[in-house]
């Protein structure tokens, strides 16, 4: 079993932490459940719509199936679920590299520290500024801070000076109202520090979940250290962080393995502090500069495999946020909508500075993107499609976060605050920053969706929080 020494750990303080990711009984499940049959794995869809998730054995005998009618099943399923929960909105944000100094060697990333090929960059705080400008001049309320794992001389406290230079930028009209952070785990004390600056989400993947491919993909620097990382979610709570976010880079290792793997993580959490995972990310190996292991991903997952991935967990953790990011193409991106993706990645550039030229590879980003269109190109995408872009970041705002939340979503009624708050931001990116055919495709679906409601109250709410917007008020939420 696999130990570390825990550092600050408040709860397990001078004690060694174990591996909860049972490696045998994932195996053994997968095993058993290798000959799951239609009529089985149709009753366990069938349950999947109480809402209630799924438990281990269950998600192990749907990514078994492979039958064509239970997978349109699955598929089925997912969009009821996401439906109810969520409804029709997709939540937008962007992510803000602000540097790629990195001191980890992971052999799937352009940023780790023995790439010759990459150029190294720490912005400081008047770039930050400006790049921040250029994403709120674009519509964007919501960032993603992401930084290599090392920082310039400053330490952690360029990561907190930086979340700051973010949340003070005003241009126009805007504001970039939420930070999401991912960058290196922290002790305690930090995560303390970084929640009172105000962040929104902490997001942290462990990659592979597989310890031999992991020991493997990770050679050099802290990073090497496959419990820390495990348990930096833990130590986020312990903080006072309820909001956090995992997930897994598919290509490394067996998806399938990798998915109960996630699933025992999310039982982890949910068992210690009561609270399962605010979203989970699904990014696959894309190539990056000076990675053959990105070019041939050890274990590469399909198109149609993917869309199961994303279906499943959406049925598995129906309250979850499953977010899809720009490494995928437009269409891929399209396709999972449907299936479970609540929150995507618009006009992204990987690369610190990159909002801030027009040549995106004037500096080396840290992966491929497929998808590189602009954000009003993605909102005029999605509003062809009759889904609502949201900026919206109220929940954050008014402490509807952790326990709070998953009391709202677990039985779908943040989808009524989701879906006013939805239409209050559309409203706002289409008034100050659409371009015209953007703006008259989306006032267009803003009637569509107050004609179609028969609920007499929402309609009369979202009715007067639009008319705010058009005479000027921002950030109108509930």
């Known amino acids: 079993m696999l130990k570390l020494n825990n550092h600050n750990n408040n709860n397990h303080n001078n004690q060694k932490l174990e591996n909860f990711i049972d490696e045998d009984l994932i195996i053994k499940t997968l095993e058993a459940t290798k000959d799951c049959s239609r009529e089985w794995a149709k009753r366990i869809v069938a349950r999947a719509l109480e809402m209630e998730g799924l438990n281990f054995f269950e998600v192990s005998c749907l990514l078994n199936c492979d039958d064509p009618e239970v997978l349109e099943d699955i598929f089925a399923a997912a969009r009821q679920i996401k439906d109810k929960i969520y409804g029709d909105r997709i939540v937008m944000f962007a992510p803000l590299y602000i540097s790629n100094l990195c001191g980890n060697e992971c052999l799937y990333c352009a940023f780790r520290a023995t790439n010759k090929e990459l150029a190294r960059r720490a912005l400081t705080q008047e770039e930050i500024e400006r790049e ?6 674009q519509g964007h ?5 992401v930084a290599g794992e090392s920082y310039p001389h400053e330490g952690f406290e360029y990561v ?4 700051d230079t973010v949340y003070k930028v005003q241009s126009g009209n805007g504001s970039i109202r939420r930070v999401n952070v991912n960058i290196a785990p922290l002790e305690v004390e930090e995560f303390r520090q970084l929640k009172e600056k105000g962040i929104g989400t902490f997001q942290l993947f462990q990659e592979t ?11 050099g620097g802290k990073k090497k250290n496959f419990l820390w990382r495990l348990y930096a979610m833990d130590r986020a709570f312990q903080a006072g962080i309820d909001d956090v976010g995992i ?3 598919f290509g490394l290792y067996d998806y399938k393995y990798e998915i109960l793997a996630l699933m025992q993580h999310i039982k982890h959490l949910e068992d210690e502090f009561g609270v399962g995972p605010h979203t989970i990310s699904v990014p696959r190996l ?9 070019v041939e991903p050890p274990f590469p997952v399909t198109d149609e495999q993917f869309k199961k991935i994303v279906a499943i967990l959406r049925i598995a953790v129906p309250y979850t946020g499953i977010i899809m990011s720009t490494r995928e193409t437009p269409k891929i991106r399209r396709e999972t909508f449907a299936v479970g993706v609540s929150q995507i990645s618009a006009g992204s550039r990987t690369n610190p500075g990159g909002y801030s030229v027009d040549d995106f590879e004037e500096h080396s980003s840290q992966f491929s993107l497929g998808d590189h269109r602009a954000l009003d190109e993605v909102i005029n995408d999605l509003v062809t499609m009759k889904y609502i872009p949201s900026f919206c970041t109220a929940c954050y705002r008014l402490g509807r976060t952790g326990h709070d939340f998953m009391d709202m979503a677990k039985p779908g009624d943040i989808k009524y605050h989701c879906s006013l708050n939805a239409l209050s931001t559309l409203l706002e990116y289409l008034n ?3 371009s015209p055919r953007t703006k008259e495709a989306g006032e267009k679906l803003i009637r569509e969706k107050l004609d179609a409601s028969d609920d007499e109250k929402w309609k009369t709410i979202a009715s007067e929080m639009l008319e705010q917007v058009k005479s000027g008020k921002r950030d109108c939420f509930i």
Do not use: F, W
């Not at 921040?132 to 001049?137: E, T």
């Not at 907190?160 to 979340?163: A, D, E, M, P």
């Not at 979940?209 to 050679?219: A, F, G, I, Q």
């Open 286 to 294: 894309e190539p990056a500069d000076g990675s053959s292991v990105s």
């Open 160 to 163: 907190l000076k930086s979340i």
């Open 209 to 219: 979940y597989h310890v031999p491919t992991y020991e493997k993909m990770h050679t």
């Open 132 to 137: 921040v400008k250029n994403l709120v001049d």
């Open 141 to 145: 309320k919501r960032v993603l801070m």
């Open 247 to 249: 997930g897994v880079l």
């Open 432 to 434: 100050d920053y659409a």
